[in-house]
């Protein structure tokens, strides 16, 4: 969502609140994140400051047969998540 320019934040803000209706975790990273972490409040909603911390913290929660979305601007790197819980064995 970086590309989006003014309509940005609103846009953050939307998925954000789509995503918490619609999952029973949302886990979330990146300054963006964190700011529209904070105007909605939902308790489903953890931050994390780096990909490292929310990837271990997935590895301990995720099942077998759990769905996952992992949604993130190019620049945020998010493969790095998808290729290390690729490796994870459930």
């Known amino acids: ?7 940005a934040e609103i846009e953050h803000l939307n998925l954000l ?9 949302v886990f979330v990273t ?10 909605i409040q939902s308790e489903n909603i ?13 590895k301990s929660v995720i099942g077998r047969g759990d769905v996952l979305l992992i949604k993130g601007s ?3 790197q998010m493969e790095l998540i998808v290729n290390e819980l690729s490796r994870h064995s459930l």
């Open 17 to 25: 609140k789509f995503a918490v209706e619609v999952s029973d975790l």
């Open 1 to 7: 969502m970086r590309e989006l320019g003014d309509s």
């Open 30 to 39: 990146g300054t963006e994140m964190k700011k529209t972490a904070i105007k």
């Open 46 to 58: 953890k931050y994390f400051d780096d990909k490292n911390h929310l990837i271990d913290e997935l």
């Open 74 to 76: 190019r620049g945020m």
